[in-house]
């Protein structure tokens, strides 16, 4: 079994930044994913963005140049850095990993607004 916790998640004008950190804890097997989702409300839950097993990484055009994805492997924790943040970007944020099984942590609220 695999937990998941998320952090960094908070209330941020336009334009401003946010880390969001996921800590995995547990019995992890190889990972094929390691990634990043929001849900806004009346939305469906969306990529923002993810690394694959062979570290190939994939961002949703929205983010593209605002956001940043990486991991350190040896805290087994995955962070995104969003910077130039917008008011659509408000949402919760979820971290999922993949391994042979799929796991969802609880989520963090991110929330832009002046």
């Known amino acids: 079994q695999v937990q998941l916790v998320e952090s960094g998640g908070g209330l941020v004008q336009p334009g401003g930044s946010l880390r969001l950190a996921c800590a995995a804890s547990?019995?992890?097997?190889?990972?094929?994913?390691f990634g990043w989702y929001r849900q806004a409300p009346g939305k469906q839950r969306e990529l923002v963005a993810a690394?694959?097993?062979?570290?190939?990484?994939d961002y949703a055009d929205s983010v593209k140049g605002r956001f940043t994805i990486s991991k350190d492997k040896d805290k087994n924790t995955l962070y995104l850095q969003m910077n130039s943040l917008k008011p659509e970007d408000t949402a919760v944020y979820y971290c999922?990993?993949?391994?042979?099984?799929?796991?969802w942590g609880q989520g963090t609220q991110v929330t832009v607004s002046s």
């Open positions: 999922r990993l993949v391994d042979k099984y799929e796991y």
């Open positions: 690394i694959s097993g062979v570290n190939n990484v």
């Open positions: 547990g019995n992890i097997l190889p990972v094929n994913l």
